[in-house]
């Protein structure tokens, strides 16, 4: 009985962790740098809620020595950065067009999306 009450409460927690659970969107404030640090294969924060028409400056930080995390790239706006190591690399964008913006490793292994509002 016990066992049983366990295996659903996993079960939950699985369902729960790899689906339910949504990134905590970061806003950005007029004129803030939000660091971006790209680590473990995630970009934290993943999710970036931003202006239209306002500058945003996302400040990379690459801890991850891998290749895999050298560059990042933001396909719909054909733009693309090479992150040094443990040096800061700053991009700034200016988006006029409310949406989903994703940015990516070039592998599209590292994910993140901007959100413009
Ligand atoms: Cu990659």
Redesign the pocket.
């Known amino acids: 009985m016990l066992i049983n009450l366990v295996g659903i409460l996993l079960i939950a927690f699985i369902i729960w962790w790899f689906w339910l659970a949504k990134p905590k969107a970061k806003l950005s404030q007029q004129n803030e740098v939000i660091d971006v640090i790209a680590d473990n294969g995630v970009y934290s924060p993943s999710l970036i809620q931003a202006h239209a028409g306002q500058p945003l400056t996302l400040r990379f930080i690459r801890k991850d020595s891998s290749p895999?995390?050298e560059k990042v790239i933001f396909a719909d706006l054909n733009k693309s950065a090479d992150l040094p190591l443990d040096h800061p690399q700053d991009i700034t964008l200016t988006i006029d067009q409310p949406g989903s913006y994703e940015f990516t490793?070039?592998?599209?292994?590292?994910r993140g999306k901007l959100l413009i509002q």
């Open positions: 895999c995390a490793c070039q592998m599209g292994m590292y």
